[in-house]
T-cell receptor, first 113, second 114 residues
Framework: GAGVSQSPRYKVAKRGQDVALRCDPI?????LFWYQQALGQGPEFLTY????????KSGLPSDRFFAERPEGSVSTLKIQRTQQEDSAVYLC???????????FGPGTRLTVT | DAKTTQPPSMDCAEGRAANLPCNHS???????VYWYRQIHSQGPQYIIH???NNETNEMASLIITEDRKSSTLILPHATLRDTAVYYC???????????????FGQGTILTVHP
């Protein structure tokens, strides 16, 4: 079956631009996570949704980062006024609350110039 | 979640067993050991997890010491496609109010060579 998909796969933004990254989770998956992965590092947690409710946004690095999942399915991570330090791969994962496994998408590589 | 320590890199010959160690000396009684791997340009992939008993699935085996302070992931017959970064993660079980975000460390870069 279809896995987690993310779009775009690559995004180049000029510093100061706003970007929107999309995640399509596996159908029926209640839980959705966003992670940020800097070059050469492991992924770091950004935020978590259960259905449409954002239950944890403790990992968002600044108020320029905003995530939503209005209908409990597709999620969008928005970064306003991008900075060079925002350059990273943004990973989305989905699962079910009682599942031991998270299913990751391929990620969106964001480069801010 | 407890902190884990892994060697930064390891090599393995194709067809041989790859044994990846992980230390988690501060693990709590309700925390599981999870292993994920990340092949270049892909998202992480779940491999296996365990609490205190050894576990085996179609991908790998997980050996957890009796005191639970360390574990070893075993890929019994490594192939070139197993070249990846392997992450050992400790976290509480999912379920109830626990939703199970993953805390990744630096992982071990496993290189399988011909």
């Amino acid at each position: 079956g279809a896995g987690v998909s993310q779009s775009p796969r690559y995004k180049v933004a000029k510093r100061g631009q706003d970007v929107a990254l999309r995640c399509d989770p596996i159908s029926g998956h209640v839980s959705l996570f966003w992670y940020q992965q800097a070059l050469g590092q492991g992924p770091e947690f950004l935020t978590y949704f259960q259905n449409e409710a954002q239950l944890d946004k403790s990992g968002l690095p600044s108020d320029r980062f905003f995530a939503e999942r209005p209908e409990g399915s597709v999620s969008t991570l928005k970064i306003q006024r991008t900075q060079q330090e925002d350059s990273a791969v943004y990973l989305c994962a989905s699962g079910t609350p009682n599942s031991y496994e998270q299913y990751f998408g391929p990620g969106t590589r964001l480069t801010v110039t | 979640d407890a902190k884990t320590t892994q060697p930064p890199s390891m090599d393995c010959a194709e067809g041989r067993a790859a044994n990846l160690p992980c230390n988690h000396s501060t693990i709590s009684g309700n925390e599981y050991v999870y292993w994920y791997r990340q092949i270049h340009s892909q998202g992480p992939q779940y491999i296996i997890h365990g609490l205190k008993n050894n576990e085996t699935n179609e991908m790998a085996s997980l050996i957890i010491t009796e005191d639970r302070k360390s574990s070893t992931l075993i890929l019994p017959h490594a192939t070139l496609r197993d070249t990846a970064v392997y992450y050992c993660i400790v976290r509480v079980a999912t379920g109830g109010t626990s939703y199970g975000k993953l805390t990744f460390g630096q992982g071990t870069i496993l290189t399988v060579h011909p």
